[in-house]
């Protein structure tokens, strides 16, 4: 098996991608909550929806960008 | 004494006992009958009762007199000696009579039973009456609605002690039932959904085909109205006494559609009374499937009751009735979504999800522990014999009593006319929402 090197720059780019969708999934919350009327405390108690959102953008984001890079390289390898 | 504690019981399990006199006699002002006050200045008495027609029911009857002290059985009179031969173990002394008017001639009884066929409810009754003898009736009061209130004015001029076999209006889950509908515990009630369900073919065995129309007397028009008065009557008392008002109309349908064994009367029939501002209790009794059994669905905007059963529920699904609490924004934003999704599917209305029953534990309106002992009927005989020695006829029984068998009387008249009928004003008593109209000022 090859080793794998994962770099500080991707760590840092995995990190603030987590974070932005995170603050999405927060910003869904709250909209939500002006929407149906329901307490604000609800930022709070519902963070583990949130936390599932999160993960849920954070897996379809990746999702897209493997097919985008997949795509990427494709036409890389052809041209060389 | 133990009679007493068991009265008592009685009293706390349908929560008659910590009630103001005023809050239990207004709603149900026959219970007055069973109040400690009234009871203890009675004992001692003894009522002295001639039993008609001691059948299957007359001897259920006969077990519960023979439980009061203030009464014995004194008089016999059936045609059917099998009959009076099983009634004689039960009350070995009572003197045997195959006449029912020669019964009613002996001046040593103070009141009587009547427990016959339908037919025979009516001329037995004002003969009874008539005599001067106070008279516990079997449902149904009579043949038809005519004779109904014919036997109703009886009582009145007469101003004997009446009572029919409704005994749900003495059964503490209905009593407590009532007490919590009329509370507004359940919100307006809303409709009444009635029925009684059976697997069977209501016929006895008989020996010789002579005593056919005898035993199984149910199955004739000539002597009885079948489905409608045996069980109809007693839940739909159970309908207006919820509502509080009684019905205007009644249209139905029914027929014989799987005991074709020579009987008369339907198997399967049902009925929908309605009330002049749209609501209805509806009746419906098949005697070939039995799933569903039997039980009286009241239903408010805030909540169902079933008194058979002894439960109810609260629309909002809560324990108490109060408000269920709404799902997180968050959540309530997802259905959303799923909703808009899927509504757009090609194949699917906005109803494509089954509204079937929500399955509500529901409370118990005894309380979990109570254990059924009595269905009323053991109270409602000793109210009556109550009554009786103080030759007090409670308040509204009388009334409840006849409507429950009026109403259905005019059930089985619109099912045989196939009409939607009126209740005729000229039969009408000056009852809840009901006024009486001669016939001549029409
Ligand atoms: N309240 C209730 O829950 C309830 C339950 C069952 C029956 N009932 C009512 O009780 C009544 C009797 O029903 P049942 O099941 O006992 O019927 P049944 O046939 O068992 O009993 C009727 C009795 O009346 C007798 N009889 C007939 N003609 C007579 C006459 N001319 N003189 C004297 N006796 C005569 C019969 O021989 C029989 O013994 C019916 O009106 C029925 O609707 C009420």
């Known amino acids: ?23 999405i999934a927060n910003l869904v ?13 609800e ?35 052809k041209r060389r | 004494m133990e009679k007493d504690l068991s009265r008592r019981d009685f009293l706390k399990n349908a929560g008659l006992i910590g009630l103001g006199a005023g809050t239990l006699l207004s709603s149900v002002p026959w219970m007055s009958a069973l109040a400690q006050e009234n009871t203890s200045k009675t004992v001692g008495e003894k009522v002295r009762i001639g039993i008609i027609g001691p059948g299957s029911r007359g001897r259920f009857l006969m077990n519960f007199i023979k439980k009061n002290s203030k009464a014995e059985i004194v008089a016999l009179c059936d045609i059917y000696q099998p009959s009076i031969d099983e009634a004689l ?28 066929p339908l037919y025979l409810h009516y001329p037995m009754a004002m003969d009874a009456l008539d ?20 036997l109703y004015q009886k009582y009145k001029s007469t101003g004997r002690i009446f009572f029919v076999g409704q005994q749900r209006l003495f059964d503490p889950r209905y009593l407590k039932a009532m007490e919590m509908i009329h509370e507004g515990r359940f919100g307006e009630i809303q409709a009444v959904r009635t029925f009684w369900f059976r697997n069977g073919s209501w016929r006895n065995k008989v020996s010789d085909p002579s005593l056919e129309r005898l035993r199984n007397w149910r199955l004739y028009k000539e002597y009885s109205r079948g489905l409608l ?43 929908i009374f309605s009330m002049d501002d749209g609501r209805r209790i509806t009746y419906e009794s098949v005697i070939s499937n039995k799933f569903y059994g039997l039980e009286e669905q009241i239903m408010g905007n805030l909540g169902t009751v079933e008194p058979e059963k002894g439960m109810y529920y609260y629309e909002s699904g809560t324990k108490d009735g109060s408000p269920a609490k709404p799902a997180p924004g968050f959540m309530q934003m997802m259905t959303d979504v799923q909703n808009r999704i899927f509504e757009k599917l090609p194949f699917a209305g906005t109803s494509w999800e089954p509204e079937v029953a929500k399955d509500v534990k529901g409370n118990y309106i005894m309380g979990e522990d109570y254990k059924i002992t009595t269905d009323g009927t053991q109270e409602a005989i000793n109210a009556f014999i109550e009554s009786v020695i103080t030759q007090k006829q ?47 000022t029409l």
């Open chain 1, 29 to 41: 919350n709250v909209y939500a909550i002006q929407k149906f009327d329901t307490p604000w405390n």
């Open chain 2, 394 to 440: 409670p308040e509204r029984i009388a009334e409840e009593c006849y409507y429950a068998s009026a109403m259905v009387l005019l059930g089985y008249d619109a099912v045989e006319q196939g009409k939607i009928l009126t209740f005729p004003h000229e039969y009408r008593l000056n009852y809840l929402n009901h006024k009486h109209q001669a016939k001549q």
């Open chain 1, 43 to 77: 930022l709070f108690w519902s963070l583990g929806y949130v936390v599932t959102t999160t993960v849920v953008i954070y897996c379809i984001w990746s999702v897209i960008r493997l097919v985008v890079y997949g795509i990427i390289g494709l036409f890389r390898k």
């Open chain 2, 229 to 271: 008065t045996e069980l109809g009557g007693h839940l739909l008392q159970v309908g207006t006494w919820a509502m509080q008002k009684l019905p205007e109309q009644v249209m139905g349908a029914g027929g014989i559609t799987f005991w074709k064994d020579g009987r008369e009367v339907w198997d399967n029939v049902s009925c």
């Open chain 2, 131 to 150: 005599a001067g003898k106070d008279l516990y009736l079997e449902k149904s009061m009579a043949y038809n609605v005519a004779q109904c209130f014919d």
């Open chain 2, 89 to 116: 173990k039960i009350a070995p002394k009572a003197k045997v009579y195959d006449d029912y008017r020669k019964l009613l001639e002996d001046k040593n009884i103070d009141a009587v039973f009547i427990t016959t």
């Open chain 1, 1 to 23: 098996m090859k080793e794998t090197v994962i770099t500080v720059r991707r760590k840092k780019i995995e990190i603030w991608t987590l974070v932005v969708c995170f603050v």
